[in-house]
C-alpha cells in the first residue's frame, strides 16, 4: 500500500521560503508521476507542481513558477517542494498526491490516487 507523509509545513513571513518534504513508501515508484496541491480555506485544491519519479521532468503552476521548485530523490523515496519568495496567498495545506503513470499534464485532482494527509503552510504579511 502507497504511503505518502508530509512535513515541513509551518508559519513564516512573506519573502520567506520553507521546504516540503513527501516521503513516499510502500511500491517502487519508477512509473510515478507525483504533485504538490495546495487548499486554501474556502477555495478548490488548486495544482501547484509535478515531477516525474525516473526521468526529473517537471512542470508548474503559473502562479508558483520561478518561486517554487520540486525535486526528488530517487534512493530515499522522498519529493520536496522548495517555496521561496512566499506570498501570504500561498498560505494553504499543502499536499502530496502521486499516481501510478508518467504524465506531466495529470494537473487536477482526481488524475491522483495516493495523497498524504497535508501540511499547513501559513505566510504572513
Known amino acids: 500500500q502507497v504511503q505518502l507523509v508530509e512535513s515541513g509545513g509551518g508559519l513564516v513571513q512573506a519573502g520567506g521560503s520553507l521546504r516540503l518534504s513527501c516521503a513516499a513508501s510502500?511500491?517502487?515508484?519508477?512509473?510515478?508521476?507525483m504533485a504538490w496541491f495546495r487548499q486554501a480555506p474556502g477555495k478548490e485544491r488548486e495544482f501547484v507542481a509535478a515531477?516525474?519519479?525516473?526521468?526529473?521532468?517537471?512542470y508548474y503552476a503559473d502562479s508558483v513558477k520561478g518561486r517554487f521548485t520540486i525535486s526528488r530523490d530517487n534512493a530515499k523515496n522522498t519529493v520536496w517542494l522548495q517555496m521561496n519568495s512566499l506570498k501570504p496567498e500561498d498560505t494553504a495545506v499543502y499536499y502530496c498526491?502521486?499516481?501510478?503513470?508518467?504524465?506531466?499534464?495529470?494537473?487536477?485532482?482526481?488524475?491522483?490516487?495516493?495523497w498524504g494527509q497535508g501540511t499547513q503552510v501559513t505566510v504572513s504579511s
Open positions: 515531477i516525474t519519479w525516473t526521468s526529473g521532468n517537471t
Open positions: 498526491a502521486g499516481r501510478p503513470t508518467i504524465s506531466l499534464s495529470a494537473r487536477t485532482g482526481p488524475a491522483y490516487v495516493y
Open positions: 510502500g511500491r517502487t515508484f519508477s512509473t510515478y508521476t
